[in-house]
C-alpha cells in the first residue's frame, strides 16, 4: 500500500452480531437490548469501529492508537462502508509506522463515524 491508496470493507450488523457483542464487550445498554420504536436494535459504537479494524489485520498492522467520533446510530440490518485512506508511512527501528485517515458510512453517504 502506498500514501494515498484507499481500501474499504462493507458490512451489514446484524441482531446476532449485537447481542454477542453485548456479551463479549459487556455492555448490555438498553439501546442494545431492546428495539426502538422501528424494531431495530442500536448497534455498539465499538462494534462499528471493528470496520478500520478488521482492515488493518488484513494488513497485519499493529494498532497503537485509535480515535473515533461517532455522528450516528447504527443499527441492525444496515450496511455500512469503512475508507481508510494511507496518509503517511515512516520506517521506524525495523517496522513502519503508518498514518491513515478512515470515515465509515451508510449507504446514503452520511458520515456515521471518523
Known sequence: MNVGDTLSWRRTFTEEDIRVFTTVSGDGGEHHLVPDAHGRLMAHGLLTATLPTKIGGDMNLLAREMF??????????DTIECVVTLIEATPADGQVVVTGSLYVVSPARAVLVD
Open 68 to 77: 473515533f467520533r461517532f455522528h450516528r446510530p447504527v443499527f441492525a440490518g
